[in-house]
């Protein structure tokens, strides 16, 4: 099925709203998601940047994966944080089917992958059920410790981007318990006492913090109007950061620059089907951007060195193409059957599964390195 947009056609399952009016009538939650077209272009260029850094690409100064993945996670604080302003207690079920639907699929798909992969390779370690439990109950980044874990993670260490999904998860279980159920979870001062805390520790919390923090001021006092005066302030406000980092690569100022991007980029609009697409199919191309490298070098191996240039090209192309067929194989079709899916009882189910398998991690976590593994 496809919704008809003037001068585009896009599948309805591309994203949870296209025409916000006929999808709030099934989710809710659409109610409270503002529209802003340059987010679908900055999902996909962030993903693309971390592709091309675990590549090999050498970006200048600060500029990175890294940096890129913080401006991933403090567009997830405003979004996130801009839709638990907007919901009552009653509506928790739905959020956590919403996380749940939208990261889980593809996610657990992807790891099974590249487990099964590495043991196709490599053969069985034991090092492995450490970190596939890790990344099973969403606490990667919570355990995970470096440099060790690269000779004991399979395949090399490739799945080690899985921590921001771990973040990721983390937030959406703590935010609500914040924001909806504490009576002063939705003033601003909590959160700049907690992105003040997170940036001065540091964490890669940091951005969503600051993120969040964002959102609730707006809420009160709006910090994007959609005028273009005010959003070349911002623009400039964040280059003036990324000049500072050249200086003082800290993660402060990455949480500073990541939230100025996206109140920058923050106006609402109409959505393009080219963007919604770009912006529907980064998730999959961060979280399968190690497929098409294995391709590549397999094709190497058969063909022999191209080059550096054409084997950056030919490993984003082929990841390209891996991010697509992913998304058509899951992403598409569980977003276009979700709602339909959805019953208050699905709901609490997936959000007492995703506290149980935090609990079950950190529980499991703090056990194993008591164990000194």
């Known amino acids: 099925m496809s919704i008809d947009i003037p001068g585009a056609t896009i599948p309805a399952s591309t994203l949870d709203v296209l025409n916000p009016a006929q999808a709030a009538r099934t989710n809710p939650e659409m109610r409270k998601v503002a529209q802003y077209p340059a987010f679908d272009w900055l999902r996909f260029v962030l993903a693309s940047i971390v592709l091309l850094d675990h590549s090999g ?36 079920p739905r959020f956590f089917y919403n996380r749940s639907t939208r990261i889980w699929a593809p996610y657990f798909a992807c790891a099974a992958l590249l487990y099964a992969l590495a043991l196709a390779k490599e053969g069985f370690s034991l090092d492995w059920l450490k970190y ?52 002063f979870g939705r003033k601003a001062w909590p959160w700049l ?79 393009l089907a080219i963007a919604v697409f770009a912006g529907a199919i980064s998730y999959p191309l961060y979280l399968n951007q ?8 397999v094709l190497l191996h058969q063909i022999g060195d191209l080059g550096r240039g054409p084997v950056l090209a030919l490993t984003f192309l082929a990841s390209l193409a891996v991010a697509i067929a992913s998304w ?3 992403d598409r079709q569980v977003m276009a059957r979700r709602d339909g899916w959805y019953t208050p009882a699905h709901g609490r189910t997936a959000m007492i599964a995703a506290y149980s398998l935090l609990v079950i991690g950190l529980v499991g976590g703090g056990a194993i390195r008591m164990m000194g593994r």
């Open 328 to 330: 058509f194989v899951i």
């Open 132 to 183: 596939l439990f890790y990344d099973a109950t969403f606490t990667h980044y919570t355990f995970t410790r470096f440099p060790q874990a690269l000779t004991e993670m399979p395949l090399g260490g490739t799945g080690n981007h899985f921590w921001s999904i771990s973040v990721e998860e983390q937030f959406y279980l703590a935010a609500p318990l914040l924001m909806i159920l504490l009576p």
């Open 290 to 297: 190690w497929i098409g490298g294995f391709a590549t070098n």
């Open 193 to 271: 006492v907690v992105a003040a805390v997170l940036m001065a520790l540091p964490s890669r919390f940091a951005p969503i913090a600051l993120g969040v923090l964002a959102a609730v001021v707006h809420q009160r006092r709006p910090l994007v109007t959609g005028r273009w005066p005010r959003h070349l302030t911002l623009a400039a406000g964040a280059c003036i950061v990324l000049a500072l980092m050249w200086r003082w690569d800290v993660m402060a100022l990455h949480a500073i620059f990541a939230v100025l991007v996206v109140l920058a980029l923050a106006m609402p609009g109409r959505r």
């Open 57 to 92: 690409v050498h970006f200048p100064g600060p500029l990175g994966g890294g940096l890129a993945v913080d401006v991933f996670l403090a567009l997830s604080g405003w979004l996130i944080g801009g839709i638990l302003l907007k919901t009552p207690r009653s509506d928790l």
